[in-house]
Nanobody, 126 residues
């Protein structure tokens, strides 16, 4: 089992930045693909970004590409999401997730990961 706990959410003005963290415990995530998803108010959960276990490949949703950056520190069992130039439409609950095997396009449907955190709320005011 892998337990994931997100932190770093909060209220920020449009144009601002936030960094989310995801701390993993239980099994090591060293060999797991990791990702961030989000669920805007009243909408379905959607894919944001995923990274392979060795950080060689990252995949971003078009809506966040160029503004968000995922990184991971396997030694600290932590994954980060740096969010810059935030927009009101980025308001959502953000979920960290882990997958034993990277499955790429499967994530585009908003799921496909093996383990999920409980989420952290990001609110961007206009």
């Amino acid at each position: 089992q892998v337990q994931l706990v997100e932190s770093g959410g909060g209220l920020v003005q449009a144009g601002g930045s936030l960094r989310l963290s995801c701390a993993a415990s239980g099994r090591t995530i060293r060999t797991y693909a990791m990702g961030w998803f989000r669920q805007p108010p009243g909408k379905e959960r959607e894919f944001v970004v995923a990274v392979t276990w060795n950080s060689v490949n990252t995949y971003y949703a078009g809506s966040v590409k160029g503004r968000f950056t995922i990184s991971r520190d396997n030694a600290k069992h932590t994954v980060y999401l740096q969010m810059n130039s935030l927009k009101p439409e980025d308001t959502a609950v953000y979920y960290c997730a882990a997958d034993r095997d990277f499955r790429g396009t499967v994530y585009l449907g908003g799921g496909g990961m093996d383990y999920w955190g409980k989420g952290t709320l990001v609110t961007v005011s206009s």
